[in-house]
């Protein structure tokens, strides 16, 4: 046999005997089976203190999401569910798998290879990590203490976590700050009791700040500062002196202030927003305020608190004069100290805008103190203090006005916004101008943002500069696309609503409302071009003006977009609303926009199953009894409040000739066939004619018309024959067809 065909059949048979001996290891011992995905339910996800996501900027997409503990909540904080886990070989996830290269014995099949090679591995890290065992042996219980398998009993979870807890006990600071490891002490923080909470936060007591710095041990801080409310304080307070880095050095990792770091800026943003209560809050800013207040002052004080009352300073009652305290100086010193303590801390964050902390609550709460500060001194009658103050404002506004999107998401950030916005300078109309510029590209995300939206609606209020509304805000919101993605929210319609009727009962909340008119009529002492102090208001435009402007601006987009859009979104109970209130406040010919709200309810009455006819949608048919009687009922006076600028009467006329058409079927049959839910409708529109006719021919011709269609015999008998069927308003149809 030639060389080449013997190399060839040992090859073969080499072949042969490797797959028979790799089939034969495979039967003994199956390969572990990928997870399968799991969902957790909404019981699971909203876990006992859990109070959902801290709001996101409007200046980051939808798709993305800020680096926050809750957001990885649906994965354990960082724990992959999907991630297959060998609970055996206690690899470190942060180490790779070290490979013997050598080759294997001669006469070892691939199993007993692998087994040896596995051993030879596991020693090495044996001896390169002290703690490599009790990882292995905790990873061995982990797996069985998160398991999502529904057959798991909470009996049974609890001794798993209670043999977990046993396995790392005195040694969590050790291993807390490795990845796989972090991830086995969040699961006992989620499934341990209240005791183990605290002993794990006792060993790691005096290692927060670490905590919060490291990539995967905030994600456990984060756990016990929501899941065990009775170390919070003690946690939170830990931070003090590392917020803004005047202890870093103290710390093992000396990189700065931690609102400044890329992992605890996120730590110190949910804490603060998410589960810190009033005074927790008051204790986290007060670094802000300087070294003075934060040595003196322990009480959960605002800035405005600080700056007006002398208690803080423990040696005050030692004293009858407080200039006497050494090195204190005066209230005015103080003031000016605090104040310049307050401007050097905001401009740190100002400075590095990359960090993200500018997007966070606690600066927005003391960006919007020190302005409360600086609207108090202007409006105190001191002409020293006004001056101070619109200098201090000047320049807190020239180092933020850019970055004004990335605050107004929060209820302070909100409140800055507006307060800028409203508050006189002798740069207003300019200072307006350069907020409204850097707020433009997120406008359509600020109408859907509860505080967001509110920014927007105290520039409507404020600025005198109606065009220039027109041009920024009011296009944008009543383009065709944008409606559309408005109309699906609350936030949205609302948006669109304050452009015609703002701070309207009915769409709007006492709260909100009460918010909108803190900014109202401020008046503050600002210095004009000669330096000389004079008394400057928010607007000098009257109100009612500015909103005619406004509502007239707004009106041609609004009825355009009802003409496309409105037979489809009458559909909707919420989008009705806003059909109505455009066609009732809105200024300009509404006679295209009828026509197309009339087209859903012309076709012939009933629909077959398993479409609904328009008349029998509740909320459409409200919206055309409200458009037929002129506008809304007003359930205090029990009377319609009727709309000026809406003509019911010509509605009521384009109704017969849409709807009835020739011969009146659809009009007949909404009051006697199917389930008659065009009654009270119809009773309208004969009330609509009734009230229009002396004054319109062509109102007259209509009324007419709809008698003769309504009074004749056999139709009088069906309509009082729906009365024995439970039909309601017959007798108020009869009696409004009898007075045509």
């Known amino acids: ?41 909404k019981a699971e996800v909203e876990k006992p203190g859990f109070k959902g996501k801290r709001s996101k900027p409007v200046t980051i997409a939808p798709s993305k999401e800020e680096d926050s503990e809750n957001t990885d909540d649906f994965n354990e904080d960082g724990e992959d569910d999907d991630e297959p886990l060998n609970a055996q070989d206690g690899v470190d996830a942060d180490e790779g798998m070290q490979v013997d290269e050598k080759q294997a014995p001669t006469g070892q099949s691939a199993r007993e290879s692998h087994i040896a090679q596995k051993a030879l591995t596991q020693s090495r890290k044996m001896a390169k990590n002290k703690n490599f065992g009790l990882l292995s042996d905790a990873k061995r219980v982990w797996a069985l203490a998160r398991s999502k398998d529904k057959g798991l009993t909470a009996e049974k979870r609890k001794q798993y976590v209670e043999e977990l807890m046993g396995v790392v006990k005195g040694k969590i600071k050790e291993i807390v700050f490795k990845h796989d490891a972090s991830r086995i002490i969040q699961t006992l923080a989620k499934y341990g009791s209240k005791l183990q909470r605290e002993e794990i936060a006792d060993e790691l007591k005096g290692s927060y700040v670490d905590l919060a710095r490291n990539r995967y041990a905030k994600f456990l801080l984060l756990k016990l500062i929501r899941l065990l409310p009775s170390r919070r304080s003690g946690i939170l307070s830990s931070f003090h002196g590392y917020i803004l880095g005047r202890n870093s050095s103290k710390s093992s990792d000396n990189s700065g202030g931690l609102l400044l770091h890329r992992e605890a800026s996120g730590v110190l943003a949910d804490a603060f927003e998410l589960y810190a209560n009033g005074t927790e809050r008051a204790g986290m800013v007060r670094e802000f305020y300087g070294k003075e207040v934060a040595l003196f002052e322990k009480e959960g004080k605002g800035l405005v608190a600080v700056i007006e009352g002398k208690s803080f300073f423990p040696l005050y009652s030692l004293f009858t004069d407080y200039a006497l305290l050494p090195g204190l100086g005066s209230d005015k010193e103080k003031k000016k100290r605090i104040l310049g303590a307050v401007k050097d801390s905001l401009d740190s964050i100002f400075n590095n805008p990359d960090k993200g902390a500018v997007r966070h609550a606690i600066v927005h709460r003391v960006i919007w103190e020190c302005l409360d500060v600086l609207g108090r001194m202007q409006d105190s009658g001191n002409a020293e203090d006004a001056v101070e103050a619109e200098k201090l404002r000047r320049d807190l506004f020239d180092n933020c006005s850019e970055l004004l999107a990335e605050m107004v998401h929060t209820k302070d950030g909100s409140r800055v916004a507006r307060e800028f916005l409203a508050r006189g300078t ?86 909100q409302i009460n918010a909108l008119v803190e900014t109202d009529g401020i008046i503050s002492d600002i210095q004009d071009k000669d330096g000389k102090l004079v008394r400057e208001g928010t607007s000098k435009k009257d109100a009612g003006v500015r909103r005619e402007e406004i509502r007239k601006g707004s009106s041609e987009a609004l009825l355009k977009w009802v003409e496309e859009q409105g037979s489809t979104v009458i559909k909707d109970p919420a989008g009705s609303l806003v059909i109505g209130d455009v066609m009732l406040y809105a200024d300009g010919d509404k006679t295209s926009a009828s026509k197309a709200l009339l087209q859903p309810v012309s076709v012939p009455y009933p629909c077959l199953p398993p479409t609904q006819h328009a008349i029998d949608l509740p909320h459409t048919s409200r919206l055309y009894k409200t458009l037929l009687q002129g506008g809304h009922f007003n359930h205090t006076s029990k009377k319609v409040e009727r709309v000026d600028g809406w003509d019911a009467g010509a509605f009521a006329v384009q109704f017969v000739e849409i709807v009835g058409d020739q011969d009146g079927g659809v009009v007949i049959s909404m009051c006697t066939k199917g389930d008659r839910n065009g009654t009270f409708v119809v009773t309208e529109l004969c009330a609509a004619l009734a009230r229009a006719a002396p004054s319109s021919t062509d109102a007259d011709r209509m009324r007419d018309m709809l008698k003769q269609w309504l009074s004749g015999s056999d139709v009088v008998d069906e309509i009082k024959a729906g009365e024995k069927n439970g039909a309601r308003g017959v007798k108020m149809l009869l009696d409004t067809v009898s007075a045509l």
């Open 1 to 41: 046999m030639p060389r080449s065909a013997r190399q060839k059949n040992i090859f073969h048979a080499s072949f042969n005997e490797w797959k028979k001996r790799t089939l034969e290891a495979n039967s003994k011992s199956a390969p572990l089976a990928k997870k399968a995905k799991t969902f957790k339910s």
């Open 426 to 511: 002798s740069l207003a109309q300019q200072d307006r101008k350069t907020i409204l510029k850097s707020l433009k590209p997120h406008i359509t995300r600020m109408c859907l943002d509860d505080e967001a939206q509110m920014v927007l609606f105290t520039a409507i209020d404020v600025i005198d500069d109606t065009k220039l509304i027109q041009k920024s805000l009011t296009v944008h919101i009543t383009s065709v696309d944008v409606l559309s993605e408005l109309i699906g929210s609350s936030q949205g319609r609302r948006a669109i609503l304050y452009l015609l009727v703002p701070r309207s009962r009915r769409h709007f909340t006492v709260a």
